[in-house]
């Protein structure tokens, strides 16, 4: 059996140039360590030929790769494959060497076209010149980090030295407290808001996907905890650890947008709204829902929404009130004031009047009326009574601590 050893080891291991085939682990997505034979590697960079640079690529696809007819168009390019390293049947990481890496790039792209159209995740190193291992090794971790960038962008492939921003505790807080208080209001409509919020944040400012993962599981246990023992048999349909998550990000190779689609999906089947998503609604009370919900910030008036889905106005509002329980005007103050309360706990540098505006009731009086009414609290002693609620869970937490 190989000895398995850390990545910190493993360096050590490189640098002697050890006969042992040592297995490694050194990327989160892997499922298992592999062997990896160093003596071949540093055979293999003492074979580049002179005035050849190269470079290492991650390739990571959600399906078996072809690798052969793949490394026949690399080649085409005018690169060539000085070493090639089998991770499993979807996982491989390519040595490349070409005269002129540069312009063998602009030819690269095209070669990955017919993987692209399965989810292929593909991260590339700067070229190098070096022949020693330990610098392949930091290639390695380049091509690896960059393939773990390429979650965040619609490119074939992420190339460069950079690092994924970690998920710091203050931000994880806020995400978590929006995500519990969205969930008791609104249900999974309120959870699902937050859910596109953070990774519109994650698409600006890519995070490691470990610490993505840990959050998408803690919103998982949320639901599974508002659900409580009603949701046991639905937690065996979806990834409710961080283990899991990223289980399932080494197997699919999702985008950003796929990843909040998976995790908008999983929220739904905890909280059993699969299928009632399907049947709650007919097909044009729920298009007059999603019209409000996209422009709730704008004058909706029945006759509008109506003539959008071509019913008259008094049908259209028996039909609402006979599916929802509310009358349109009613929904569309709903749908205001829930998004408002999402924006008072999370953007704090606004002011509750622009709070207001931004809702659609640009009148500070009538909008504090208004919320007062609903809510039973003015929109400036909702955020203060949930940022004096946020601090007494960061204070249990440091007295557990």
């Known amino acids: 059996m190989p000895k398995k050893t850390n990545v910190s080891s493993s360096l050590h291991a ?57 490394l026949a168009q690399v080649q085409s390019t005018g690169f060539e494959c000085v070493h090639l390293l089998s991770c499993d049947a979807a996982t491989y990481v390519m040595t490349l060497a070409a005269h002129h890496p540069e312009r063998a790039m602009e030819g690269f792209e095209s070669a990955l076209a017919r993987l692209a159209a399965d989810r292929t995740l593909v991260g590339v190193s700067a070229a190098c010149d070096e022949r020693e291992v330990a610098r392949w090794w930091q290639a390695l971790m380049e091509a690896t980090a960059a393939s773990h960038w390429n979650v965040f962008e619609s490119s ?52 490691k996907l470990e610490d ?14 508002q659900r409580q023992a009603d949701g046991r048999d639905r937690m065996l349909q979806v990834p409710i650890s961080t283990r899991q998550w990223l289980r399932f990000v080494a197997e699919e190779c999702p985008k950003w947008w796929d990843w909040r689609d998976k995790l908008k999906h999983a929220l739904m089947v905890v909280l059993g709204r699969e299928e009632a998503a399907r049947t709650a609604h007919s097909a044009q009370i729920g298009q007059v829902i999603e019209i409000i919900e996209r422009n709730y910030d704008s004058d909706l008036d029945v006759a509008t929404l109506a003539s959008q889905v071509f019913l008259s106005p008094s049908y259209l ?22 998004k408002a309360k999402d924006l008072l706990l999370r953007d704090f540098h606004l002011k509750a009047y622009e709070v207001g505006a931004h809702v659609g009731y640009p009148d500070p009086t009538y909008f504090n009326k208004l919320f007062k009414r609903q809510v039973g609290l003015t929109p400036k002693a909702f955020r203060d009574r949930a940022m004096r609620q946020a601090r007494g869970f960061d204070k249990e937490d440091s007295r557990s601590s």
């Open 156 to 207: 074939a492939y992420s190339q460069g030295r950079r690092e994924l921003a970690p998920l710091y505790d203050e931000d994880r807080t806020r995400f978590i407290t929006r995500a519990v208080t969205q969930l008791g209001d609104r249900g999974y409509e309120g959870i699902a808001s937050v859910v596109e919020d953070l990774f519109a944040q994650l698409a600006e400012r890519p995070t």
């Open 317 to 338: 509002s028996k039909r609402f009130k006979s599916e929802t329980g509310m009358t349109i005007r009613e929904f569309i103050v709903q749908t205001r004031l829930n």
């Open 14 to 70: 490189i640098r002697e140039v050890r006969t042992s085939w040592p297995s490694v682990s050194w990327d989160v997505l892997q499922q298992h360590p592999v062997e990896l034979d160093f003596r071949e590697v540093k055979r293999a960079l003492d074979g580049v030929r002179d005035r050849q640079a190269w470079l290492v690529v991650v390739v990571r696809s959600s399906r078996v790769v072809p690798m052969y007819p793949f």
């Open 212 to 225: 993505v993962a840990e959050l998408c599981a803690q919103f998982i246990m949320a639901a599974v905890g």
